[in-house]
Structure formats: structure tokens, C-alpha cells
């Protein structure tokens, strides 16, 4: 059945304003890996295109990440004032605690009035463009004039380094948007998805340490990579078909493509099917692997500060990953 919201053109009155980003300074190798585990440069690239990833520190956490993103982004910005926000979004599977949340610990560090919203959302991979699809609704209801979405992943505090099939894969970092209201929207076809049918595939237990039938009490990450890249391939071009019927476009008015880079193998392959140009796809998977929540705003905001993205441009976002879920919009460039 075809749901209303399918055919309905999906905008919001809002835009991005500022972006910051960081990456921590210590940096894993695949010649590092080759000497933790029985793997080779060569398979890591092959089959991943990953050649580094930047990792945290022994006493660096994700709200440290998170921080640094937002300093960057005052810095590329001096005029914005974080004290006229209303509230904050954070995507991050990997918080320091389960609360406080590092929504509210942004709002503790940079001493913010008590009245600013703050929300910490678990959806993996999808963090950063769910956080920006809840912050087009926080402005498009008027709860919010404008928003802090940051997204911060510390997965290799959760990585099993004697995994070689995962531990190769998984970087650190942070992004940070500050989303405002404008009177052009220009943010478009917000949409979202579940399949938690595949939750299986990808998971770390919690409270709860059962799961397919075993006792897992490491708290560290489980994949199934093929399960998950075959589901990536079956279902990933029918949600950036919805994103783009949701946004009245089609794929030849797209400029950018910027997908959860998660594997260049797999987005190289996923473009071929869409069909969408390798070239026009924003990546940022060879520099710092998966990141989670992070890969996208790690591919975006170099592409913003060295022109490659123009103002007017149109960019997919296309977030996927653990739970399995789902998140992408057309975000316009301004
Ligand atoms: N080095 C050398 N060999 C390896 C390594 C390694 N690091 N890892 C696995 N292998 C071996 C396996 O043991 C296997 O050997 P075998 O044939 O003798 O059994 C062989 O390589 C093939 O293993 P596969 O798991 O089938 O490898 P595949 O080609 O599928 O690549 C990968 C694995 C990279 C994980 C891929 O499946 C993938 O990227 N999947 C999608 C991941 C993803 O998108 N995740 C979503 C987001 S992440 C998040 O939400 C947190």
C-alpha cells in the first residue's frame, strides 16, 4: 500500500548554516593491521578501499569528538552564537554514558540556558542525517528556530581487535551543522526506515546479552558483513527512490550523492545500480573507514570548504546501518 506521505512533496523550512568536523589525531594503517591480525594491505583495500582510519586516544571519548566538531565549526564561522540555539541533536551509537547524554553534556560545556532541547538519537549510521531530518521538524513545527546537530562515533571503543573481518573497518570522528530557519526551504524529502528484521546482522548487546541464540557479554560490535551488504544492495536504492519521489526530483537532479561510507566497494557498486557517477559521490571511507554517524558529514564538509560543492547544488544524503534503519533527505547547498 502506498502510504500519502509517498506522493506528498516533503520540505522543510530550513537550511545548514555552519558545519564543523574532526577526526582524532591517532592514526591505524592497514600495514598497523597487518601486524594485529592475519589480514594484508592489499585485502583491505581491495575489499573496503579503507587505507586509514584516525582513532581516539586512550582518554579521548565520543563527547570529546563531539566538542571538537562544534569548535571547528565556530571557528570556520565566527559569527554564530551557540547561546541562540534551541536545541541539540546528537546521533551516536557510541555515547561516553548511557545518560547523561552528549546532547546534554554540549549544553553543559558550552554553559547553554537551560532551555535548550537536548536529544541524543541511537541510529547508528543514519545519525547524522536522521539528526537533520528531526531538526527540519523541530523547525518546521516552530519549536525550534535552529538546531545543533552533531554527530559523534567512537566505534572503536566497542571494536573487536581480534576480529580481522571488523576491526579493520571502523574509524572515529565527529560532524557538526548548525541548522536554522529560512524562509527557502531547503531541506527536502526527509525520510526515514526500519528493517529491524536485520537487527541480527549487526549488533552490540547491552542489558540484554542473548541474541541469535548465543551469550554475548563483550559489549563489543557483531557483523555479519555479507548479510548486511546484501541488504544494503536490496534495499538502499528503493529508500533513496523514496527520498527522491518525497523531494519531487529525480536522480539526474541530484549534484552530490552522499551515502554512508561504509565500503567504497559497496558504494561503487550500489552506484553502478542506482546508476548515479562514482565521481559526483562524496566519500570519506579510504581517509577514515567506517565512522559511523560521521562518515557523511567527513565526506560533505571537505567537499564544501574546497568548492567541489557549489551553492544551489543539490545533495543526497542516504544514512544505513545497525538496527537496520535508515535515513536520507536532499539537502540544498546556500
Ligand atoms: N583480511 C583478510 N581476510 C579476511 C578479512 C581481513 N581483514 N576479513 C575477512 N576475511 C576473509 C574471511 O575470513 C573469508 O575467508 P574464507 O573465504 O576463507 O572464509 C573471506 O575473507 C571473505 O569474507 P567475507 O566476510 O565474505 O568478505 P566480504 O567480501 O563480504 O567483505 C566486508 C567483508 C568488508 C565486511 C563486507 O561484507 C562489507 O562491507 N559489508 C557491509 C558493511 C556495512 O555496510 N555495514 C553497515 C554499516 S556499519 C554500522 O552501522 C556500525
Given at each position: 500500500m502506498t502510504s500519502a506521505l509517498e506522493t506528498r512533496i516533503v520540505s522543510a523550512p530550513a537550511r545548514i548554516a555552519a558545519l564543523g568536523m574532526f577526526a582524532p589525531k591517532r592514526i591505524l594503517t592497514n600495514a598497523d593491521f597487518e601486524r594485529m591480525v592475519d589480514t594484508s594491505d592489499e585485502w583491505i583495500v581491495q575489499r573496503t578501499g579503507i587505507r586509514r582510519r584516525h582513532v581516539v586516544g586512550e582518554d579521548e571519548y565520543s563527547s570529546d569528538l563531539a566538542i571538537a566538531a562544534v569548535d571547528d565549526l565556530l571557528a570556520h564561522h565566527p559569527s554564530v552564537r551557540l547561546d541562540t540555539i534551541d536545541y541539540i541533536v546528537v546521533g551516536s551509537s557510541t555515547p561516553d554514558y548511557e545518560y547523561p547524554s552528549l546532547s546534554a553534556m554540549l549544553q553543559a560545556h558550552y554553559r547553554l540556558p537551560g532551555n535548550v532541547g537536548a536529544v541524543d538519537i541511537s541510529t547508528a549510521c543514519a545519525g547524522f542525517a536522521y539528526g537533520l531530518n528531526l531538526a527540519a521538524g523541530l523547525i518546521g513545527t516552530g519549536q525550534a528556530e535552529r538546531v545543533?546537530?552533531?554527530?559523534?562515533?567512537?566505534?572503536?571503543?566497542?571494536?573487536?581487535?581480534?576480529?580481522?573481518?571488523?576491526?579493520?573497518?571502523?574509524?572515529?570522528?565527529?560532524?557538526?551543522?548548525?541548522?536554522?530557519?529560512?524562509?527557502?526551504?531547503?531541506?527536502?524529502?526527509?525520510?526515514?526506515?526500519?528493517?529491524?528484521?536485520?537487527?541480527?546482522?549487526?549488533?552490540?548487546?547491552?542489558?540484554?546479552?542473548?541474541?541469535?541464540?548465543?551469550?554475548?557479554?563483550?559489549?563489543?560490535?557483531?557483523?555479519?558483513?555479507?548479510?548486511?551488504?546484501?541488504?544494503?544492495?536490496?534495499?538502499?536504492?528503493?529508500?533513496?527512490?523514496?527520498?527522491?519521489?518525497?523531494?519531487?526530483?529525480?536522480?539526474?537532479?541530484?549534484?552530490?550523492?552522499?551515502?554512508?561510507?561504509?565500503?567504497?566497494?559497496?558504494?561503487?557498486?550500489?552506484?553502478?545500480?542506482?546508476?548515479?557517477?562514482?565521481?559526483?559521490?562524496?566519500?570519506?571511507?579510504?581517509?577514515?573507514?567506517?565512522?559511523?554517524?560521521?562518515?557523511?558529514?567527513?565526506?560533505?564538509?571537505?567537499?564544501?570548504?574546497?568548492?567541489?560543492?557549489?551553492?544551489?547544488?543539490?545533495?543526497?544524503?542516504?544514512?544505513?546501518?545497525?538496527?537496520?534503519?535508515?535515513?536520507?533527505n536532499v539537502i540544498v547547498w546556500t
Open positions: 545543533l546537530v552533531v554527530a559523534a562515533d567512537a566505534l572503536t571503543r566497542s571494536v573487536d581487535y581480534t576480529d580481522r573481518s571488523t576491526c579493520v573497518l571502523f574509524g572515529d570522528g565527529a560532524g557538526a551543522a548548525l541548522v536554522e530557519y529560512s524562509r527557502h526551504p531547503a531541506i527536502f524529502g526527509m525520510d526515514a526506515g526500519a528493517d529491524g528484521n536485520g537487527g541480527k546482522f549487526l549488533y552490540r548487546t547491552a542489558l540484554r546479552t542473548r541474541i541469535n541464540g548465543v551469550d554475548d557479554t563483550s559489549r563489543l560490535l557483531r557483523q555479519e558483513g555479507q548479510s548486511v551488504y546484501r541488504w544494503v544492495m536490496e534495499n538502499v536504492p528503493n529508500y533513496v527512490a523514496r527520498i527522491l519521489s518525497r523531494a519531487g526530483l529525480a536522480l539526474d537532479d541530484i549534484d552530490w550523492f552522499a551515502p554512508h561510507s561504509a565500503n567504497l566497494r559497496m558504494i561503487e557498486a550500489l552506484c553502478k545500480r542506482l546508476p548515479f557517477p562514482i565521481e559526483r559521490t562524496l566519500l570519506s571511507v579510504e581517509e577514515y573507514g567506517n565512522t559511523s554517524a560521521v562518515s557523511i558529514p567527513l565526506a560533505l564538509i571537505p567537499a564544501v570548504r574546497d568548492g567541489r560543492v557549489k551553492p544551489g547544488q543539490r545533495i543526497l544524503l542516504m544514512g544505513f546501518g545497525g538496527g537496520l534503519v535508515t535515513a536520507g
